[in-house]
C-alpha cells in the first residue's frame, strides 16, 4: 500500500481525510511529515477538526504542507509545531538570519518550496494520476468516496494556483518569485 512508491505510515486514511489528502499529493509519496493532518484531526492541534469529512482541508493540507517545508529547511524536528508556532518560526529565522521575517514570510516561503518540489516531481514524470490512493482506500467497508476526494483534489489545485492537472501555472510560480525572464528561470 504505497503513494508514489513510498508506504503509507501507520496512520489509516480512511480514517482521517485530510491526512489521506496530504498522503496522495505529497511531494515524496505517502508521508505523514508532509502534511501532519494527525495534529488537528486526532490530537486537535492548534484545534480539534472533523476527521471524518473532506470539508475544509484542501486549504489546512496546503497550509500544514507549506509550515512543514519550512520546519525542513530550518532543520527543526516536526513535533517542534506542536509548541512553536509560525510567528516563532519567523522570530527565531529573523534572529539567526538578521533578516526581518513574518510568520506570513515564512508560509510563502514554504509554498515556494513545495512548488519547486512539484516541478521536479513532474519534470522527472509524475503527474495527476499519481496524486491519489491506492484503490483499496476507495472499496469496501470505511471506504473513502472517490467522488469526494477527486473534487478536494480539484479544490487544492485551485488552492494551489495549479491547474486541472496539477502543474503549477505561470501566474502562480509568478507570484511566488519563481518565474524571470528566459535567462532568469530558476526551474
Not at 472533523?50 to 517545508?69: C, E, P, W, Y
Request: overall charge negative; aromatic content about 10%.
Amino acid at each position: 500500500m504505497s503513494v508514489k512508491g513510498l508506504q503509507l505510515p501507520g496512520y489509516d486514511p480512511r480514517g482521517v481525510l485530510g491526512q489521506a489528502l496530504g498522503y496522495a499529493t505529497s511531494n515524496r509519496g505517502g508521508c505523514h511529515l508532509r502534511a501532519y493532518m494527525v495534529a488537528p484531526e486526532i490530537l486537535g492541534k492548534p484545534k480539534l477538526v472533523d476527521r471524518l469529512t473532506f470539508s475544509g482541508k484542501s486549504g489546512l493540507v496546503m497550509i500544514h504542507q507549506n509550515f512543514g517545508a519550512v520546519i525542513d529547511s530550518l532543520v527543526m524536528c516536526k513535533f517542534a509545531s506542536f509548541a512553536i508556532s509560525e510567528e516563532e518560526c519567523a522570530d527565531i529565522l529573523s534572529a539567526v538570519t538578521g533578516i526581518e521575517y513574518s510568520s506570513e514570510d515564512l508560509l510563502k516561503t514554504g509554498e515556494r518550496i513545495w512548488n519547486m518540489e512539484r516541478l521536479y516531481n513532474l519534470r522527472e514524470g509524475f503527474t495527476r494520476e499519481d496524486d491519489t490512493l491506492p484503490d483499496r482506500m476507495f472499496q469496501g467497508d470505511n471506504a473513502i468516496n472517490r467522488s469526494d476526494f477527486n473534487a478536494t483534489l480539484k479544490e487544492y489545485y485551485r488552492f494551489r494556483g495549479w491547474n486541472e492537472y496539477g502543474i503549477p501555472t505561470e501566474d502562480a510560480l509568478s507570484g511566488l518569485g519563481l518565474l524571470g525572464d528566459e535567462n532568469e528561470r530558476v526551474f
